[in-house]
């Protein structure tokens, strides 16, 4: 037995050192080689205000973010503060210039104030699309069509959008007063603030059914889009002497929130003010309670359109001009245009912009539809005549009922 155990042993022992060897003998198999991680695809973003205003710019921020979550490696490099008070003497071709230079293959520039340099930094970088928010060198139906084949356009019908925070305004107003606190003037900034105008119209004398001869609605411009000192009024001043001389609601036509903070500030004070935000979805969360809500861009698809185009090479030029999906017009892949209510409309009069908005959906309330005059009282839309884009796009002057500067 004893024997027998030892030749187990012995056995073993050599069977291990077999195994060692084997082993060391092996060779390891390479692991496969790793595909090198392909280049981001760049885009170029130019905005005019800081990327965090709350209002137009980080709207547009956010669209550039919607279109990295949308599209695999798409990358986003921007650069804010392009204004005369930020950066006095700075070009869009300067701009575009230092984008390329960082690996940008489309750039979008964000602002009607850009539409010229824009084109010429389109003619300058032939092999780069262009597209610039607001303008209309692409739109060959136009009257001012000279982009070349690298340069499109688009833009939100945010007419919309302002005709409903016209209507939450008239129906919330108390004082039958309604200010406007107005960026620049040119015709996108008429055509909202008629927008505004009209809905508030319609909505006083159609759902309210009040006279209209006691509507005011007053727009007062401060010269941009921000407050730029020294060179714009101050839209703090402004908001405050529209509240103070009766207005109780003011819809903000500009980038900023200085309408909404000093109704908050009034609110606190005792006073029933309200204000309506522009541009971006969660501006009223500044303060809810003071804030009816917002009509706001959705720029996200307009930028995976884009973007996609350029990545897939297959660019060719367009002028979009989108509204709203009226299935749903706050749904994020599919609406240019929404409307977001906040907590300083009451439930009822929600439910009447709600029953407005369907309205303008199904086609049932066209307010651009004549008669309608302009201030120096000649006719913008006979009896029973629908403005086409051309007659809303390019708005030569406020309409009558209005009060405040066309020019």
């Not at 207005?247 to 309408?259: L, M």
């Not at 309200?274 to 500044?286: F, L, M, P, S």
């Not at 303060?287 to 861009?297: K, Q």
């Not at 004549?370 to 120096?376: I, L, S, T």
Request: positive net charge; hydrophobic residues 40%.
């Amino acid at each position: 037995m004893m024997g027998s155990k030892k030749l187990w042993m012995v056995v073993a022992v050599f069977t291990c050192l077999a195994m060692l060897l084997t082993a060391c003998g092996e060779k390891k198999k390479p692991e496969p080689a790793k595909a090198p991680e392909p280049a981001p695809f760049v885009f170029g973003v130019v905005l005019v205000g800081p990327y965090n205003d709350h209002g137009w710019s980080e709207a547009h921020y956010m669209g550039g973010k919607y279109a990295e979550s949308k599209i695999p490696n798409a990358k986003m490099i921007y650069v804010d503060n392009v204004n005369p008070g930020a950066k006095p003497g700075v070009t869009i071709p300067q701009v575009a210039e230092d984008l390329i230079s960082k690996g940008a293959r489309i750039i979008f520039t964000t602002s009607d104030d850009f539409k010229d340099g824009t084109l010429e930094a389109a003619k300058k970088y032939p092999n780069i699309p262009f597209v610039n928010v607001s303008g209309d060198h692409a739109w060959k139906e136009g009257k001012d069509y000279k982009a070349p084949n690298n340069l499109s356009n688009f833009m939100g019908r945010m007419e919309y959008g302002k005709m409903i925070a016209g209507c939450a305004a008239a129906l919330t107003t108390q004082t039958g007063k309604i200010g406007y606190l107005g960026p620049l003037i040119n015709d996108e900034t008429r055509r909202l603030a008629v927008s505004a105008y009209l809905g508030a119209k319609y909505a006083w004398t159609n759902i309210l059914k009040k006279d209209p001869k006691k509507l005011k609605f007053k727009a007062t411009w401060i010269g941009f889009w921000f407050n730029i000192p020294g060179q714009t009024l101050d839209p703090t001043k402004v908001a405050v002497d529209f509240y103070k001389s009766g207005y109780d609601v003011v819809i903000s036509g500009i980038d900023t929130t200085e309408a909404l903070v000093e109704a908050n500030k009034m609110a606190k004070a005792g006073k029933k003010v309200r204000a309506i935000q522009y541009d971006y979805k969660e501006a009223c969360k500044e303060a809810e309670e003071v804030c009816l809500g917002v009509p706001y861009f959705n720029w996200g698809p307009a930028y995976v359109k884009a973007v996609k185009m350029a990545l897939e090479n297959r660019w060719t030029q367009y002028w979009d001009w989108d509204g709203p999906d009226w299935k749903d017009i706050n749904h994020p892949d599919t609406s240019a245009v929404g409307f977001v209510k906040s907590r300083g409309l009451s439930q009822e009069n929600a439910e009447k912009v709600d029953g407005f908005i369907k309205g303008l959906a199904d086609g049932s309330i066209n307010l651009f539809k004549g008669p309608r005059q302009f201030q120096n009282g000649k006719t913008y839309l006979k009896e029973g005549e629908v403005a086409t884009d051309l007659q809303v796009w390019y708005f030569p002057q406020l309409l009558q009922g209005m009060e405040g500067r066309s020019k």
